[in-house]
């Protein structure tokens, strides 16, 4: 078995910044267009999030992630130009297609909202080890199982493909054909699912047997192999955050 | 002074019709290294598992007699606070990893931080395993990604690294190399010699007969011996309990020749070697 | 059988784990042996075409197999993986052992035939409607032997078929390998258990950080201590209980050593 994460391991600021602070710059990138409903700021969101992606050396990592959120967007943004029920100015014309300028803004405002989130989060996933993110809720007071469990499902997808590839070898090993025409593969796919989440189950199991016995549930208190991570702004930037939303509650109310 | 006491102990699993362990009784001094053999389904890795209390309270079942752990009772006791005291290793290095860690290294750090030994001294003994097994050079890899000996070489170093006053091995050596496992049993007893009591499932006869103080000899559940190593290889129906003797035994057996002035056979490389050249002269 | 010509191999960006091997296999009984890590496993994988070599070539009886996939290539070469739970994936003990010869276009019947005739040679013909997640670690491993023989491959590789069996259980493999080899089978075993090698096979090959250190006929390999040593295997015990006292060539069994200690005396 092997795992994937999408953490990638790069020297940044943005690296170095701590989980705790991502989580509430994710807040923020979330809130505040909600907050104040306005393109402009929905645009200033999704660039600051560009520019630490930028930062951290992986916007090029974003690009399968951006494409896919594309490809759903622009199935949105052509269904709600074309046939919001609240569609009256009509924009352009093209042979029988008509767009329409409330569908379209109103699509615009979703798309713009999924990129903010989206960007957010990619940073926090990015640059951040699961297992980083989770140790500082913990030290935070969140109980370890369910950091645990979080942690867990950081890793189905992976072990999930790994449990793929490892019943894919035993299957070819004896004979079953899983090579070649993508006919042949989706066949060779389906006879996966059961020992699969059956593999899964069984290995919970015997894992948990194993957390046991190396005192996972011991009540003494928890120490860490790695320091916390204290970014020396950290504080600042929390608390700029903070403000910022804040800013956006008091503007929304006086407004 | 006794560190491990069973009693009577008998135990079934749930949706099983007979005993897994049937009125075991026996005890174990501090620092001594016992070694569990018995054939496949004598009730070994059932006996390890009751002694970390993963037997009754992760399986359940019945159970009935007492198991004392350092004086305390297994059976009153949760799994977490005997893990302060008795340490496991399981029988498939490939089911033992935590699944929540991205490296070799921080693996072995699991179980540290959870009994809470301060960073400093984690670092200290997880380098200090790492070169004991031989996997300094696999330290940045998945836990996943290692060969089945590196990762029974994890599994092993990954609890002796949280320095446990008991230690339970079963068959800890299956996939290792032959200077491997030599290596887990000069550990192992250099350990012994720390005061850490010991007890090992192993199939390997030559290395308990070295190594170990005392054998325990299971059958069906039950302790049908529990003595030196060279009492028990030296007995002649070994075969019904589907044990064989080390083969340094079946030799001097089938040469009829005993160790000097004693009614045993010889069971080490030494012993056998001293034997067989006095029997030439 | 086999021939293996300047075979490279590493995982992903990782160092080398196999460096240039080269090696050919005929019908003799073959013994791997080497140190953890050494790549043992790696190459049955590369032989059994489960992973592809990143350099060199591994021609199957006169057929390359790049040319094959795996599938087809299991009609030719079985293998009983090391961790039995990678190769368990069925509902039941028969399922498992009839998946392989079902796949290879056998008739269900004969197929059965096949499997029940497997269970029977590793003592499991009782166990046939139990879910092999229930087995223990040595019966699935035994599981996983039968599942192999049913396919009736010429040539078949284990993977540390010992693995957690008593004196029982390595005495139905030692059997199986002995039938296997008299039907004119290759049997090639990764092993750590010396005693067991130099009773059971032909010939050994010494494995040691990505190349063959050592090959050729058991108890060759096992007059060569230096490399032994090098390579983290030991000679067996009776071999070095002959060498303490001093008989002479290399001993590799009891009888051996019983026989030639009378005549030293
Ligand atoms: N989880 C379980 N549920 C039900 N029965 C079990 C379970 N585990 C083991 N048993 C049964 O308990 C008995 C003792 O098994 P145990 O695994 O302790 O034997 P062992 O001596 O360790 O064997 P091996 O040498 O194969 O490891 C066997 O009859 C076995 O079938
Ligand atoms: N999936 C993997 N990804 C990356 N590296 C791997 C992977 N599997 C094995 N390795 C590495 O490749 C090397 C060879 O491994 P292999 O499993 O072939 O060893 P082996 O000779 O079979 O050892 P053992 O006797 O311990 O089973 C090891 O150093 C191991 O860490
Ligand atoms: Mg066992
Ligand atoms: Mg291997």
Redesign the pocket.
Known sequence: M?SISLYVNRNSFVHDVDPITKLIYIAFAILVPIIVPSFTISFICVGISLVLLAFAKVLRKTVPVFSFVFLVLITVVIIQGLFKPENETVLFQLGPITMYQEGLLFALTITLRVLTIVSAFMILVLTTKPSELVESLVRKGMSPSIGYMIVSVFQIIPEMMAAVSTITDAQRARGMETEGSFFVRFKAFLPLMGPVVLGALINTKERAMALEVRGFNSQVQKTYLYEEKTYAYSRLIRALLLLAIAGALVWRILS | MNKIVVEGLKYKYPLSETLALDNISFSVKEGEFIGIIGRNSAGKSTLCQAIVGLVPHFYKGAYGGKVLVDGLEVKTHSIADISLKAGMVFQNPFTQVTGSKMTVYEEIAFGLENIGVPRTEMINRIDEVLHLFKIEH?KD??P???????M?RMAIASIIAMKPEIILLDEPTS???PGGSEEVFQAVQSLKNQGITILMAEHKMEKVAQYCDKVLLLESGKVVDYDTPEVVFSRNDLDVFGVTAPVYTKVCQALGVKKKGADTYPVTLKEAEAALKEMRR | MIKVKNLSFS??Q?PQ?LSDIQLEFDQRSTAII??????????VKLLKGLLKPNAGQIVVKGQVIKEQTAAELSRTIGLVF?NPNDQIFKRSVLEEVMFGPLNIKMEKSEAKEKAIEALRLVGLEHQLDINPHDLSLSEKKLLCIASVIAMDTDIIIF??PTIAQDSNGKEKIRRIIRTLKEKGKLVMT?I?DMDFVAENFERTIV?NQ?RVLADGPTREVFSQKQELLRAKVEPPYITQLADKLGIPGTILTIDEFIAKYHSVK
């Open positions: 092997k | 696999v890899h998945n996943f990604d290692l060969s089945g000996g590196q029974q996939q290792l190399d | 995982y992903k990782n784990v080497g140190q953890n890590g050494a790549g043992k496993t790696t190459f090391q993977d540390e990764i750590h494995f990505g």
